[in-house]
């Protein structure tokens, strides 16, 4: 499996990101994780590390039902960035949504580069290749 330096939770719901995070460290997914419960939070700290690459996340775990700001619209404000981030950071949607118009609209998506269902596991991580 992949050792990234570091990737991003992007959820509202705390549970799922404590049990996301537990996932990713039993199986030395990642050195770092970036936890953020709102798509407002991940960009500003995307945009304050914007221009510190080894700072950035290398895969972006998006939540797409999130209050105020859902993963879609993350995405519009995401694709605004630097080559910087959009080369180093790659987006996978991790949803529990299994709604064929959400899995087709991130399909569409040229950053998101996978859609998994809710919750992580050492089989999805260990196909990740990003």
Same mark, same amino acid.
């Given at each position: 499996?992949?050792?990234?330096?570091?990737?991003?939770?992007?959820?509202?719901?705390?549970?799922?990101?404590?049990?996301?995070? @537990?996932?990713?460290?039993?199986?030395?997914?990642?050195?770092?994780?970036?936890?953020?419960?709102?798509?407002?939070?991940?960009?500003?700290?995307? @945009?304050?590390?914007?221009?510190?690459?080894?700072?950035?996340?290398?895969?972006?775990?998006?939540?797409?039902?999130?209050?105020?700001?859902?993963?879609?619209?993350?995405?519009?404000?995401?694709?605004?960035?630097?080559?910087?981030?959009?080369?180093?950071?790659?987006?996978?949607?991790?949803?529990?949504?299994?709604?064929?118009?959400?899995?087709?609209?991130?399909?569409?998506?040229?950053?998101? @580069?996978?859609?998994?269902? @809710?919750?992580?596991?050492?089989?999805?991580?260990?196909?990740?290749?990003?």
């Amino acid at each position: 499996m992949a050792t990234y330096k570091s990737v991003m939770l992007v959820d509202d719901n705390e549970i799922d990101n404590i049990i996301n995070e @537990k996932i990713i460290e039993a199986n030395s997914f990642a050195d770092n994780i970036l936890v953020f419960q709102t798509g407002q939070e991940a960009l500003e700290y995307l @945009k304050g590390n914007e221009n510190e690459e080894a700072l950035l996340p290398e895969i972006v775990f998006l939540d797409i039902n999130m209050p105020i700001m859902d993963g879609f619209q993350f995405l519009e404000d995401f694709e605004k960035f630097s080559d910087t981030v959009l080369g180093k950071c790659k987006i996978i949607m991790l949803s529990s949504s299994i709604s064929p118009k959400d899995i087709d609209r991130a399909a569409s998506s040229r950053f998101v @580069k996978k859609y998994l269902n @809710k919750p992580l596991n050492a089989r999805y991580l260990e196909a990740i290749t990003v």
